[in-house]
């Protein structure tokens, strides 16, 4: 019979009759079990912590494996989607808010003055993920995204209480900006964790449809509320209905990656070593200069045409329409036939290469 070693003294054997009624002649019901038993690695041992993504974050929420179901990974893009038309379809809204601000501003202020409010907003956006990255990467997405979701609402029930444009712009351009930074770059972030290398291209393309349906609904809630109501109110709804759909992106988001040994610096200077890094990032900024542009003034240059439309008049109602559509037609030439074709094609290649 195999010996079974005591940790509180002598080994004994297995045979060895215990004080459980049973006589001498009788084997222990689990001296077969122990014996056979492997031994079980305490949990502080390197084997029992092998999987990084097992270990508590510090952000309080424990990183699981892969091996999700399909609902939690729909979860992920759902959520993901509404941080992604929070944070852009904000910026895409603009074009309303100009048009707004241009009747309502001037004239102590001019189209390209008022533009800064969505030039700020628009930078900040973007600028902020170089200062978020590495909290991100050492397991503090949640409490980015906890911030950037109250200073996105917060900015924007600031601005539903704004009559200046130097308020605007600390409202709008600032606050609003640097709270679209916080909660934009999570939720482009999180979602290829989930898929594989095949399926991250569609679920990304589904997450960034978030933009487009940013730029359908806010500029429809706001000139709509507007007319009924007023400015504060337009804005206040906008307000409330981010910060239900960021709370719920907050609250459905896991972050799956490992966290990595060491940090990271906080500007990684040898990115500019990389030949095609400047060149891609001058393209990318002309066509962000060329796509907002036309955005941003479309709106407040129809209404130019006639200075004396009123607020409830069709043509002002046709205005702030276009933004909508424009965004509308977009939506629905990225998903069309061709387009998800070409988007199979380059992705099987991709994966193949």
């Not at 459980?20 to 079990?33: A, C, T």
């Not at 950037?148 to 130097?166: E, I, K, P, R, V």
């Not at 359908?216 to 209905?241: E, L, T």
């Not at 001058?282 to 209404?303: D, E, H, M, R």
Request: proline content about 7%; charged content about 10%.
């Amino acid at each position: 019979m195999t010996d079974i070693a005591n940790p509180y003294g002598s080994p004994f054997s297995a045979s060895t009759p215990l004080d459980l009624g049973l006589n001498s002649e009788s084997e222990h019901p689990m001296s077969k079990h122990l014996s056979t038993q492997p031994d079980q690695p305490p949990l502080s041992s390197p084997r029992a912590m092998q999987n990084p993504r097992q270990q508590p974050r510090k952000d309080g929420c424990i990183s699981l494996g892969r091996e999700e179901t399909q609902f939690q990974k729909a979860l992920q893009v759902i959520g993901s989607c509404f941080l992604y038309m929070n944070s852009w379809g904000i910026l895409n809204s603009f074009g309303a808010f100009q048009a707004y601000y241009a009747q309502t501003l001037r004239p102590s202020k001019s189209e390209s003055q008022i533009a800064w409010i969505g030039s700020l907003q628009g930078f900040l956006l973007l600028f902020i993920g170089v200062l978020v990255g590495p909290a991100i990467d050492v397991g503090y997405m949640r409490h980015v995204l906890t911030v950037g979701s109250l200073l996105f609402a917060f900015g924007l029930f600031m601005t539903s209480l704004c009559h200046q444009y130097y308020q605007l712009i600390l409202a709008q351009g600032l606050v609003v900006g640097i709270g679209a930074g916080c909660i934009f770059l999570p939720s482009i972030t999180v979602v290829p964790q989930w898929f594989s290398p095949q399926r991250s291209p569609l679920a990304l393309g589904i997450v960034a449809t978030g933009s487009s349906i940013g730029g359908i609904i806010f500029p429809a809630m706001f000139h709509s509320i507007q007319i009924s109501a007023d400015f504060g109110w337009a804005v206040r709804v906008i307000a409330f209905v981010a910060l239900a759909t960021n709370v719920f992106g907050t609250a459905v988001l896991k972050y799956q990656a490992p966290l990595p040994e060491h940090h990271r610096a906080l500007l990684d200077m040898s990115m500019l070593k990389e030949r095609y890094f400047l060149p891609l990032c001058a393209a990318l900024w002309l066509a962000l200069a060329g796509l907002y542009i036309p955005i941003f003034f479309i709106p407040s240059y129809y209404l130019s045409l006639s200075p004396s439309t009123s607020q409830g008049s069709s043509s002002a109602t046709l205005a702030f329409w276009l933004v909508p559509t424009l965004w509308r037609v977009l939506c629905q030439a990225v998903w069309s036939p061709t387009c998800l074709r070409l988007l199979s094609l380059a992705t099987s290649t991709w994966s193949s290469s």
